[in-house]
């Protein structure tokens, strides 16, 4: 009995090694995009590539905050190159291509998706985040069962293309498989020195579930030189190396 216990454990640990392998890219350096004091809340503090991401919202100024925080990830994914799918159910996409400009992102290296249906729409998915040519793929749907989930976690542990899945007015917040779970709102901007009216666009962000992490909330906005956190007593905070790898 000692042996096969023995045996047991053996073969679970080559298991966890092997799927330890997989989500590391077969030893590959993490690549560290710079979002800032928000990583610390991810293993290793690095943001999770290779992986499928959930963002949830309930309205349509929470659906274009999405959007635009999942622009501003995009941006740093995007910036060695590389293309991104976006798909999205007909007549609802909540991102304005020409705006991607404000994140620095080439709308052009952005292919735009609109299926008829959402099992189209989640057969498109599952068949982007296959593949390996991408850097990344956004969905837009509404429900998203755990078993389908699942099959697109499949799909990127060996294409390592990064996904994006936001579900806008989901009936349930049902499990998934995917790593992280999301909601992004709007929060009055603050005006910068000299500034007066309406500031830069804000929001809160907050990470309700990631795997092997650590769930936080953080309000940040997002301006020309890039993603600056606002702290409680309203103070902004540039995005300085320095707070990068803090």
Not at 120 to 134: D, G, M, P
Not at 174 to 191: D, E, L, M, Y
């Amino acid at each position: 009995m000692q042996r096969a216990d023995r045996t047991i454990i053996e073969q679970l640990q080559k298991q966890i090694i092997s799927l330890q392998k997989r989500e590391q890219g077969s030893g590959e350096e993490p690549l560290r995009i710079g979002l800032g004091e928000m990583e610390a809340a991810f293993p290793g503090k690095v943001f999770p590539t290779g992986a499928v991401h959930e963002l949830i919202s309930y309205s349509s100024e929470e659906a274009s905050s999405t959007s635009a925080f999942v622009s501003v990830v995009l941006s740093k994914l995007m910036q060695p190159g590389g293309y991104c799918l976006w798909i999205s159910n007909v007549p609802r996409r909540s991102i304005f291509p020409p705006a991607l400009k404000a994140f620095g992102i080439d709308p052009g290296r952005i292919l735009f998706v609109d299926a008829a249906r959402p099992k189209e729409t989640l057969w498109s998915l599952e068949e982007a985040l296959k593949c390996e040519a991408l850097v990344a793929v956004v969905g837009e749907l509404t429900e998203l069962s755990f078993s389908e989930s699942r099959r697109l976690q499949l799909a990127v542990e060996s294409s390592r293309v990064t996904g994006f899945i936001h579900r806008f007015r989901p009936k349930t917040e049902n499990a998934v498989a995917c790593v992280t779970r999301w909601k992004i709102s709007p929060v009055a901007s603050v005006p910068g020195p000299g500034m007066t009216g309406v500031g830069f666009p804000a929001w809160n962000v907050q990470l309700l579930k990631v795997r092997n992490g650590k769930p936080g909330s953080w309000q940040v906005q997002y301006t020309p030189k890039g993603l600056e956190y606002i702290l409680p007593e309203k103070v902004i905070v540039p995005l300085t190396e320095e707070r990068q790898t803090g």
